[in-house]
């Protein structure tokens, strides 16, 4: 009898035992799913980098590039018959387009440095001079360092709206769409080799440079973007019109003309457009955290956040979305850039937490060596 009490309780051991194994095989290939990241392969970061290329890089050249050819054509539906519904068709391109660069130039790395696009396509504010002296002289050079003022989204900025009357200066100065022709030719031209070099041999040598070691495709992403959301997010944005330099620095004396998009602003009596142009460069970079899965419903696709989720870091993956959601606050509740340092707060607030956050757990040197969060 006490033997057979034995055998049973044994068993029932073997019936526990056996039923806790299904069970972590049953979750384990749950969590294998569609997009789901392999959490025991910390060190492979292949399945990261194949999404961030796939559904967040490329889909953002694309959609520019597309952007800019219907950008170009506008132009010269313009040119050809100058008149107020063209002029609101190439406005709305030109619309189209800048939100479209503001993706694209967020991955200012590799292909996208390498051909300046960030340099020759949206330096403001516009050296209005210089401009007007290029297209006097009809000498065009879009890639040259001495017509980076007099280039790009800001010189469309200020042919279209710098005047109340538009439709009377291209009139009345035919240079002006001879040189609005060769600008968008221009800005479509850089935007095809980007989209072919994104899809073409780079994106496999994007994917094949893993790891988190300095040089690797995830250690130039991450800082190359951050970098870019200090210097033209945060600074040039914002920073600069509310007379902010950094977290750190003294106030500098606030300059509204500094703002992009700066005519249209003044045209529009508001700077809507503008805090447009913020809110779809900060969308890209939560883009590029959640791996295109912006919906944030289920972890489908592996972004940033799945990465620290599968390590057990969801306090910061929470902090990072918490984030994301004020900036998005800020920037709805102004119809100016200028004013009140709320907005520029909010978006150095991500930059602390990426820095001194999630920078070290997943083991990725800041570029400036010391992940303090500044």
Same mark, same amino acid.
């Given at each position: 009898?006490?033997?057979?009490?034995?055998?049973?309780?044994?068993?029932?051991?073997?019936?526990?035992?056996?039923?806790?194994?299904?069970?972590?095989?049953? !979750? @384990?290939?749950?969590?294998?799913?569609?997009?789901?990241?392999?959490?025991?392969?910390?060190?492979?970061?292949?399945?990261?980098?194949?999404?961030?290329?796939?559904?967040?890089?490329?889909?953002?050249?694309?959609?520019?590039?597309?952007? #800019?050819? #219907?950008?170009?054509?506008?132009?010269?539906?313009?040119?050809?018959?100058?008149?107020?519904?063209?002029?609101?068709?190439?406005?709305?391109?030109?619309?189209?387009?800048?939100?479209?660069?503001?993706?694209?130039?967020?991955?200012?790395?590799?292909?996208?440095?390498?051909?300046?696009?960030?340099? @020759? @396509?949206?330096?403001?504010?516009?050296?209005?001079?210089?401009?007007?002296?290029?297209?006097?002289?009809?000498?065009?050079?879009?890639?040259?360092?001495?017509?980076?003022?007099?280039?790009?989204?800001?010189?469309?900025?200020?042919?279209?709206?710098?005047?109340?009357?538009? !439709?009377?200066?291209?009139?009345?100065?035919?240079?002006?769409?001879?040189?609005?022709?060769?600008?968008?030719?221009?800005?479509?031209?850089?935007?095809?080799?980007?989209?072919?070099?994104?899809?073409?041999?780079?994106?496999?040598?994007?994917?094949?440079?893993?790891?988190?070691?300095?040089?690797?495709?995830?250690?130039?992403?991450?800082?190359?973007?951050?970098?870019?959301?200090?210097?033209?997010?945060?600074?040039?944005?914002?920073?600069?019109?509310?007379?902010?330099?950094?977290?750190?620095?003294?106030?500098?004396?606030?300059?509204? #003309?500094?703002?992009?998009?700066?005519?249209?602003?003044?045209?529009?009596?508001?700077?809507?457009?503008?805090?447009?142009?913020?809110?779809?460069?900060?969308?890209?970079?939560?883009?590029?955290?959640?791996?295109?899965?912006?919906?944030?419903?289920?972890? !489908?696709?592996?972004?940033?956040?799945?990465?620290?989720?599968?390590?057990?870091?969801?306090?910061?993956?929470?902090?990072?979305?918490?984030?994301?959601?004020?900036?998005?606050?800020?920037?709805?509740?102004?119809?100016?850039?200028?004013?009140? @340092?709320?907005?520029?707060?909010?978006?150095?607030?991500?930059? #602390?937490?990426?820095?001194?956050?999630?920078?070290?757990?997943?083991?990725?040197?800041?570029?400036?060596?010391?992940?303090?969060?500044?």
């Amino acid at each position: 009898m006490q033997i057979s009490k034995m055998i049973v309780v044994k068993f029932k051991r073997f019936q526990a035992l056996l039923l806790s194994v299904l069970l972590a095989c049953f !979750i @384990t290939s749950c969590d294998n799913g569609e997009g789901a990241l392999d959490l025991n392969g910390q060190d492979n970061h292949t399945e990261l980098l194949t999404n961030q290329v796939n559904n967040v890089i490329i889909p953002s050249i694309s959609n520019y590039q597309d952007a #800019t050819e #219907t950008l170009y054509l506008s132009a010269n539906n313009f040119c050809n018959s100058i008149n107020d519904s063209n002029l609101n068709s190439f406005r709305d391109a030109y619309h189209n387009t800048y939100k479209s660069f503001q993706s694209a130039a967020l991955h200012n790395y590799y292909a996208n440095v390498n051909y300046d696009l960030v340099n @020759t @396509t949206n330096l403001f504010p516009i050296d209005t001079l210089l401009l007007k002296n290029i297209i006097i002289s009809s000498t065009y050079n879009f890639s040259s360092e001495s017509q980076k003022r007099a280039n790009g989204f800001p010189a469309i900025d200020y042919l279209i709206y710098s005047s109340q009357n538009s !439709i009377s200066t291209f009139v009345s100065d035919e240079k002006k769409c001879s040189y609005l022709l060769k600008l968008t030719e221009s800005i479509k031209n850089k935007a095809t080799q980007l989209d072919e070099m994104w899809s073409g041999s780079l994106k496999e040598n994007f994917v094949s440079n893993d790891g988190v070691e300095i040089g690797s495709s995830i250690h130039v992403q991450l800082n190359s973007a951050l970098s870019y959301y200090e210097d033209h997010i945060r600074e040039n944005k914002v920073g600069l019109p509310i007379g902010r330099v950094g977290p750190l620095d003294s106030p500098i004396e606030p300059d509204p #003309t500094k703002i992009e998009a700066y005519y249209q602003s003044k045209y529009n009596g508001n700077d809507l457009f503008a805090l447009s142009l913020v809110k779809e460069s900060i969308q890209e970079m939560e883009d590029l955290y959640l791996g295109g899965n912006t919906s944030r419903d289920d972890l !489908i696709n592996s972004g940033y956040d799945r990465l620290l989720i599968s390590r057990g870091h969801t306090e910061v993956d929470s902090d990072i979305k918490s984030q994301f959601d004020l900036i998005y606050t800020k920037i709805d509740e102004r119809t100016s850039i200028t004013g009140s @340092t709320d907005l520029y707060d909010a978006i150095q607030g991500l930059i #602390t937490i990426l820095k001194s956050d999630m920078f070290p757990l997943l083991n990725i040197q800041d570029a400036d060596g010391k992940n303090d969060g500044d």
